[in-house]
């Protein structure tokens, strides 16, 4: 509770525009299909939200795109939101769910678009541990990958237990993310190929997704 206080105040939220994406997410496959076979855990077609936001912890004003979709453990789903905001010219990317407890900052995950490999990355979890988070460049490069694309799923790699999967319809990120890549300077961001893969070999030997 106290981090989203001091994150967007949801009350004081304005409603800027939505952006509808008609293409829903192609169906899972592979070893995660398993895992999301629940015909409730598919995202509806993506809607970008944007909202003008406060940081309550330094008192400025920022543009947030906010995107719904579905996180799942153990057959069991649940709403998930994923959050880019703008504040002071620093760009952080914010996955959060109900129930998700990280016990250390870095956080090992994979994650695929479009139904293609699951690929490793390192996020960062937030500051109360219930949530993940990429900033800064990591955070602009991998939004970014998301143009063009329909579907985001990102797992935690957790060996030795079930993942946790999160899914996300992405259609439109160029639309619903173009005013927070304006407001800050997205053009002289990093590479797309450096979207956030600072671990190499995070899923071996457990990880077996394509």
């Given at each position: 509770?106290?981090?989203?206080?001091?994150?967007?105040?949801?009350?004081?939220?304005?409603?800027?525009?939505?952006?509808?994406?008609?293409?829903?997410?192609?169906?899972?496959?592979?070893?995660?299909?398993?895992?999301?076979?629940?015909?409730?855990?598919?995202?509806?077609?993506?809607?970008?939200?944007?909202?003008?936001?406060?940081?309550?912890?330094?008192?400025?004003?920022?543009?947030?795109?906010?995107?719904?979709?579905?996180?799942?453990?153990?057959?069991?789903?649940?709403?998930?939101?994923?959050?880019?905001?703008?504040?002071?010219?620093?760009?952080?990317?914010?996955?959060?769910?109900?129930?998700?407890?990280?016990?250390?900052?870095?956080?090992?995950?994979?994650?695929?678009?479009?139904?293609?490999?699951?690929?490793?990355?390192?996020?960062?979890?937030?500051?109360?541990?219930?949530?993940?988070?990429?900033?800064?460049?990591?955070?602009?490069?991998?939004?970014?990958?998301?143009?063009?694309?329909?579907?985001?799923?990102?797992?935690?790699?957790?060996?030795?237990?079930?993942?946790?999967?999160?899914?996300?319809?992405?259609?439109?990120?160029?639309?619903?993310?173009?005013?927070?890549?304006?407001?800050?300077?997205?053009?002289?961001?990093?590479?797309?190929?450096?979207?956030?893969?600072?671990?190499k070999d995070t899923c071996s030997p457990f990880c077996r997704w394509p």
């Open positions: 509770m106290q981090r989203h206080q001091q994150i967007v105040s949801a009350a004081a939220a304005l409603l800027f525009w939505v952006v509808p994406a008609s293409a829903a997410p192609p169906e899972p496959d592979g070893e995660i299909a398993d895992v999301t076979s629940d015909a409730n855990s598919v995202p509806a077609p993506a809607t970008w939200i944007l909202i003008d936001a406060r940081n309550h912890a330094s008192g400025t004003n920022g543009p947030a795109a906010v995107l719904f979709g579905v996180a799942q453990e153990r057959g069991r789903s649940r709403q998930a939101s994923l959050r880019v905001d703008c504040f002071d010219g620093r760009t952080t990317l914010h996955i959060d769910t109900v129930g998700l407890r990280l016990g250390s900052s870095a956080v090992a995950v994979t994650y695929s678009l479009d139904g293609g490999p699951f690929l490793p990355a390192s996020w960062q979890a937030s500051a109360d541990g219930s949530g993940l988070e990429l900033s800064s460049d990591r955070a602009i490069a991998f939004l970014t990958e998301l143009y063009g694309k329909t579907e985001l799923r990102l797992a935690l790699v957790r060996p030795l237990s079930v993942p946790f999967l999160f899914s996300f319809a992405v259609s439109g990120a160029e639309q619903g993310l173009g005013t927070i890549a304006e407001r800050c300077h997205w053009s002289g961001g990093p590479a797309i190929s450096d979207a956030g893969r600072e671990v």
